[in-house]
């Protein structure tokens, strides 16, 4: 009797969290997939997962901080691990990036993978007058960071424009290091603060929101980032689930400053319940 | 009339700021010389100055926060470029660091430029329980901050020690990120504080008086560093001036929050005015 209970209120209880549920959205990296040597695995059920979500006719937007491909790229290499996802339903930085280096006539430096250079094909490099970061893995050597340390202190007013902060991301073989640490390494350097693009800014959210026609209060984000992903969707009225796959650590789920609105095994969990709640 | 009762004034203002002086604690790079490809340069005037300061009588040892190099390398350096300087003169964080790692039974994972392995060869590296971080240059690549990041993430208590915190030098082409953004960004993809040793540490300076026999209000710093000199020395009581050579730059003289007892154009002029007034 009492496990009927407990069991009674835990689904009341998610479907008072789940209600009025019409879209979600979805964090990449850690969520569909752990990246890695050969392109990364995808994580077990989320490729079915992401094919329920479609089938269900709930919406669907992949919003990532993903800068070390470009878009081309990473829908490639996701199609190859069998997820259906095209470059339309993706928000992610480098597009919003270049949109404000165009606005205010920015001329970039690029602190950035090789393989996310196509997405700033348009700019002009020429004699920088700001610094572009983004997740640049190997390419963060010495003599770039160095370069890219020189272009700001060399400016009167520094601009340093980050694609995401995150502090790690989790691959096969163990944690690496995201963009986050070295705009912290550049910012103290400069004695500047970075103007971030991409999760948890709210513009970024609410440009995603835009994209899948939703309002915050109906949408649903799903990340594996406590602070990046569920603490900058709450702070923009989305609810948000941490799923316990890519970065996630035990001891998020008692942060001290952010609380999800539920903790979930993976994706496929997640669209378990959201399918047998949202509506309801 | 005018000029020379200026000139009065100004001689009376350094016979003030100088009086008792006894010892000299010098910074060594900005000060003594510029870094860079070959080794580096001697700053004008600088090698006369040292001398100047030993046929005085005055007390003198050379208080750095190089960490790149070994002391034996570093004052080989410093003597090819003409100075008279002996390892026993030197104040330097590798031995402070040591001593902490043995009290505290730490054995380190070190992130730092192989020219100063030799200084940590009584350490215990294996299976490491802290990480020690120094300015390693080129040695700063990706995979080697992400395997610091990997020990201290595995940590339960996480122990990041820090020679220095140092925001950039200067070499002969340019300036170079020093060891503190990279302080700031294991800081930031950890979320712990890192224990400096080295300047602007107050133990630090305390270990340099007692090695040279002097009190704080005896003694005046003379480096090009704002903040780890200037502010470094003063919080401990040290009079402190800044050169205008290595990594000064003209807005130091207008720092909101750190205020030199003196600037002057390099250590030969800091030389001068000691000479002339410190025992006025």
Request: aromatic share 6%; charged share 25%; net charge negative.
């Amino acid at each position: 009797m009492r496990a009927m209970a407990a069991a009674a209120a835990t689904a009341a209880a998610w479907a008072q969290r789940l209600a009025g549920v019409r879209g979600l959205l979805l964090d990449v990296s850690g969520v569909l997939y752990d990246g890695g040597d050969g392109g990364g695995t995808a994580i077990p059920g989320s490729v079915e997962a992401v094919a329920r979500i479609k089938q269900s006719g709930l919406k669907l937007r992949f919003c990532t901080n993903e800068s070390q491909k470009s878009r081309d790229k990473f829908v490639g290499l996701l199609q190859r691990l069998g997820f259906d996802i095209s470059v339309n339903e993706i928000t992610s930085p480098a597009p919003a990036a270049c949109q404000i280096l165009k606005e205010r006539g920015l001329r970039p430096y690029l602190l950035v993978h090789d393989d996310v250079l196509p997405e700033f094909n348009e700019m002009d490099t020429s004699n920088p007058n700001c610094v572009v970061i983004a997740d640049s893995g190997d390419s963060f050597s010495y003599q770039n960071v160095n370069k890219a340390f020189r272009v700001l202190v060399s400016l009167e007013n520094p601009v340093l424009i980050s694609l995401g902060e995150g502090r790690y991301y989790k691959e096969s073989d163990g944690l690496m290091l995201d963009v986050g640490p070295y705009v912290k390494a550049l910012e103290y350097a400069c004695d500047i603060r970075a103007e971030v693009v991409g999760k948890p800014a709210p513009e970024f959210f609410q440009a995603a929101l835009r994209e899948m026609g939703l309002e915050a209060h109906e949408t649903i984000m799903i990340g594996d980032d406590i602070v990046s992903d569920v603490g900058g969707a709450q702070r923009c009225g989305i609810r948000a689930l941490q799923v316990r796959t890519g970065k996630f650590r035990p001891c998020d789920e008692h942060h001290p400053e952010v609380k999800a609105d539920g903790y979930v095994n993976d994706l496929a969990e997640a669209v378990d319940l959201i399918l047998q709640y949202a509506n309801k």
